[in-house]
């Protein structure tokens, strides 16, 4: 089976030499054998017809019939032959050529169309006869063995078709003789890899069927093969994708947890702090406290911007004026050795993110590639602006349809295998010797292009160099909001304030903060707790204090109910691990947020701001 054995954009030139050379060989033949075989010497022109029609359809036959008949003509002229006779054989030969033209088009549609179909076919299909010999092969098949299929065709599977399991490396060729045995109807495999005629292996499916004639008997095998790499790579982004949102909000989790229990630490060290003199020996062992609750609370703010739970500040940010004013601080941490080589993109667009936050993008970046480049190199940095349409070209693994800006980074170093570029964004995993990294800036830079509503995309080879391209949505407003920046306040006051935490020991550092500075304060282990001390104190409640996450009843579970009887009430939230839930509902911006932990100072300043702001 040949996937061109009829082509009809031959030439009229080619077909009309090909007719000719058909029917002047014919037009020979019974030349040299009227004598013989008389009234049957259109007999050589039948074959003529059936030529024809095979190579040229309808057409050819037709015109081989109107050759054969005029070269007919001439010849029984030139015998001893009755006119009668003559006229009668000359139509039945038109006859028979006319059911001949007509069974062998039919014939070669059937089989051009099955051809085709089968060259049409986007994965690999081979077919085999009884014995397993190579009948048929089709493009997409030579592709994946890198075998034409002239080479191929009427040599045993076995010397052309080499499949390997993925696992174990194990030579895993299909049996054809224990399939014909059989009879099984499919059989279908992956883990598989097929190795083509160069070596190169590529990750298959395989599909193996038998074929059956009318009768039943098996005519042979038709083996598919589908090229299953791409598919690989998106379930492995998936995946991958997958496991990242799991372990950020494990990450994310036990970040909050720490902070319950640092906002304890560092107010009572605080606190500590304050009620000893300055000359008091042992206030040096209350500020190493505090000192080493800072330290830790830093440590958690890495994890809370892996998790996408730290607090931001989105601005509308220029990313390419952003990075030249980073060029310099960029170069120096990058070193003599290393040429930075910017490469603005010409009208990037303006994107919405926290300034700190894509700074602390680049410089990580940045630190991860200078490590890589211990004897120099080139570290690159390109912006420019990506469509993500319906166009397949345009398309990139993990972006929804839409306009982003892309900031390309990419250096000269030593590259990754695929088994690191798997876990590199895994928070504390690095290939560095013990002490030389904390294995969370590349976490960091993922958590934070994430909260940002980003992509981030790895291109790694060992000694290859590496390029991480990340997409942030190109924001639709140029003009960024003004924000009333507050005035500062004095910290003490003599409202009254309901606090609402499920942790004991924030909520007793809270209220001992409060209450030391003048502030009335009602304490509530929960919502539904601080619903109904809130009923029963209305009028003398200047303002609620409340915790994010909390059972029965959450902060804004909470703040909903009071504020539907009260739209007035200040409203204070705390937190210390979230998955951006104060966006849920509104604007962060528009919700008063502290984050723990926060220092006592921090506290009262922020209670102070929020009271003195017009309104109850």
Same mark, same amino acid.
């Given at each position: 089976?040949?996937?061109?054995?009829?082509?009809?954009?031959?030439?009229?030139?080619?077909?009309?030499?090909?007719?000719?050379?058909?029917?002047?060989?014919?037009?020979?033949?019974?030349?040299?054998?009227?004598?013989?075989?008389?009234?049957?010497?259109?007999?050589?022109?039948?074959?003529?017809?059936?030529?024809?029609?095979?190579?040229?359809?309808?057409?050819? =036959?037709?015109?081989?019939?109107?050759?054969?008949?005029?070269? =007919?003509?001439?010849?029984?002229?030139?015998?001893?032959?009755?006119?009668?006779?003559?006229?009668?054989?000359?139509?039945?030969?038109?006859?028979?050529?006319?059911?001949?033209?007509?069974? !062998?088009?039919?014939?070669?549609?059937?089989?051009?169309?099955?051809?085709?179909?089968?060259?049409?076919?986007?994965?690999?299909?081979?077919?085999?006869?009884?014995?397993? !010999?190579?009948?048929?092969?089709?493009?997409?098949?030579?592709?994946?063995?890198?075998?034409?299929?002239?080479?191929?065709?009427?040599?045993?599977?076995?010397?052309?078709?080499?499949?390997?399991?993925?696992?174990?490396?194990?030579?895993?060729?299909?049996?054809?003789?224990?399939?014909?045995?059989?009879?099984?109807?499919?059989? !279908?495999?992956?883990?598989?890899?097929?190795?083509?005629?160069?070596?190169?292996?590529?990750?298959?499916?395989?599909?193996?069927?038998?074929?059956?004639?009318?009768?039943?008997?098996?005519?042979?095998?038709?083996?598919?093969?589908?090229?299953?790499?791409?598919?690989?790579?998106?379930?492995?982004?998936?995946?991958?994708?997958?496991?990242?949102?799991?372990?950020?909000?494990?990450?994310?989790?036990?970040?909050?947890?720490?902070?319950?229990?640092?906002?304890?630490?560092?107010? %009572?060290?605080?606190?500590?702090?304050?009620?000893?003199?300055?000359?008091?020996?042992?206030?040096?062992?209350?500020?190493?406290?505090?000192?080493?609750?800072?330290?830790?609370?830093?440590?958690?703010?890495?994890?809370?911007?892996?998790?996408?739970?730290?607090?931001?500040?989105?601005?509308?940010?220029?990313?390419?004026?952003?990075?030249?004013?980073?060029?310099?601080?960029?170069?120096?941490?990058?070193?003599?050795?290393?040429?930075?080589?910017?490469?603005?993109?010409?009208?990037?667009?303006?994107?919405?993110?926290?300034?700190?936050?894509?700074?602390?993008?680049?410089?990580?970046?940045?630190?991860?590639?200078?490590?890589?480049?211990?004897?120099?190199?080139?570290?690159?940095?390109?912006?420019?602006?990506?469509?993500?349409?319906?166009?397949?070209?345009?398309?990139?693994?993990?972006?929804?349809?839409?306009? %982003?800006?892309?900031?390309?980074?990419?250096?000269?170093?030593?590259?990754?295998?695929?088994?690191?570029?798997?876990?590199?964004?895994?928070?504390?995993?690095?290939?560095?010797?013990?002490?030389?990294?904390?294995?969370?800036?590349?976490?960091?830079? %993922?958590?934070?292009?994430?909260?940002?509503?980003?992509?981030?995309?790895?291109?790694?080879?060992?000694?290859?160099?590496?390029?991480?391209?990340? %997409?942030?949505?190109?924001?639709?407003?140029?003009?960024?909001?003004?924000?009333?920046?507050?005035?500062?306040?004095?910290?003490? =006051?003599?409202?009254?304030?309901?606090?609402?935490?499920?942790?004991?020991?924030?909520?007793?550092?809270?209220?001992?903060?409060?209450?030391?500075?003048?502030?009335?304060?009602?304490?509530?282990?929960?919502?539904?707790?601080?619903?109904?001390?809130?009923?029963?104190?209305?009028?003398?409640?200047?303002?609620?204090?409340?915790?994010?996450?909390?059972?029965?009843?959450? =902060?804004?579970?909470?703040?909903?109910?009071?504020?539907?009887?009260?739209?007035?009430?200040?409203?204070?939230?705390?937190?210390?691990?979230?998955?951006?839930?104060?966006?849920?509902?509104?604007?962060?911006?528009?919700?008063?947020?502290?984050?723990?932990?926060?220092?006592?100072?921090?506290?009262?300043?922020?209670?102070?701001?929020?009271?003195?702001?017009?309104?109850?």
């Amino acid at each position: 089976m040949n996937c061109f054995a009829f082509n009809p954009s031959h030439s009229a030139r080619v077909r009309s030499l090909a007719l000719a050379a058909v029917t002047a060989a014919c037009l020979g033949c019974a030349i040299l054998l009227r004598n013989t075989i008389g009234q049957a010497a259109l007999l050589p022109f039948i074959v003529a017809v059936v030529a024809s029609a095979q190579w040229f359809g309808v057409r050819g =036959g037709i015109a081989a019939t109107a050759v054969g008949i005029l070269a =007919g003509m001439f010849l029984y002229r030139a015998l001893p032959i009755e006119a009668a006779a003559a006229a009668v054989a000359l139509m039945t030969f038109t006859a028979v050529s006319a059911l001949i033209t007509w069974l !062998v088009e039919t014939k070669r549609q059937a089989h051009s169309l099955l051809s085709s179909t089968l060259c049409s076919i986007a994965d690999g299909t081979l077919v085999t006869d009884s014995d397993g !010999v190579i009948a048929f092969l089709n493009p997409t098949a030579e592709t994946l063995l890198g075998w034409h299929s002239a080479e191929v065709v009427g040599r045993k599977i076995g010397d052309v078709l080499h499949l390997k399991d993925e696992t174990t490396g194990h030579v895993q060729n299909p049996s054809i003789d224990e399939l014909l045995k059989a009879g099984s109807h499919s059989r !279908v495999s992956s883990h598989k890899l097929l190795v083509a005629k160069d070596g190169s292996q590529v990750a298959v499916e395989e599909n193996v069927a038998p074929i059956r004639g009318a009768s039943g008997k098996i005519l042979g095998v038709i083996l598919v093969f589908r090229d299953v790499t791409k598919r690989r790579e998106v379930q492995d982004q998936l995946t991958h994708s997958q496991k990242m949102d799991a372990i950020a909000r494990l990450a994310g989790g036990v970040a909050g947890d720490f902070n319950n229990l640092l906002t304890v630490i560092t107010g %009572y060290s605080e606190m500590l702090r304050s009620e000893m003199a300055t000359g008091n020996p042992q206030r040096r062992f209350a500020e190493e406290i505090f000192a080493a609750a800072e330290r830790a609370a830093g440590l958690t703010r890495q994890l809370l911007a892996f998790s996408r739970g730290q607090v931001v500040e989105p601005k509308l940010i220029d990313p390419n004026a952003l990075l030249a004013n980073m060029e310099t601080m960029v170069g120096r941490l990058l070193g003599d050795g290393v040429e930075l080589i910017p490469i603005p993109g010409p009208g990037v667009g303006k994107i919405e993110a926290d300034p700190g936050q894509f700074e602390q993008i680049i410089v990580n970046l940045a630190m991860n590639s200078r490590d890589a480049m211990p004897h120099g190199g080139r570290f690159v940095i390109e912006t420019s602006n990506v469509e993500i349409s319906d166009e397949p070209s345009s398309k990139r693994a993990g972006l929804a349809l839409g306009s %982003y800006v892309m900031i390309a980074v990419s250096d000269t170093g030593f590259g990754m295998d695929a088994d690191t570029r798997s876990r590199l964004f895994e928070p504390f995993f690095t290939t560095k010797s013990q002490g030389k990294g904390s294995g969370l800036g590349l976490s960091i830079v %993922y958590g934070i292009v994430r909260q940002s509503a980003g992509h981030i995309n790895v291109y790694s080879q060992v000694n290859a160099g590496t390029i991480f391209e990340i %997409y942030f949505p190109r924001a639709k407003n140029s003009v960024e909001a003004v924000h009333r920046v507050p005035k500062k306040h004095r910290a003490r =006051g003599n409202e009254t304030l309901l606090i609402a935490d499920d942790e004991d020991g924030v909520r007793k550092l809270v209220y001992a903060v409060l209450a030391t500075n003048g502030y009335t304060v009602i304490e509530a282990r929960d919502g539904l707790e601080a619903l109904q001390l809130y009923e029963s104190n209305r009028s003398r409640i200047d303002m609620v204090l409340t915790d994010v996450v909390m059972p029965k009843m959450n =902060g804004f579970e909470l703040a909903e109910r009071l504020t539907a009887s009260d739209p007035k009430l200040k409203l204070l939230y705390m937190s210390g691990y979230r998955d951006n839930p104060i966006g849920k509902y509104t604007e962060e911006s528009e919700r008063p947020f502290l984050h723990k932990p926060f220092t006592p100072d921090a506290l009262l300043a922020r209670v102070r701001e929020i009271l003195d702001l017009t309104g109850k």
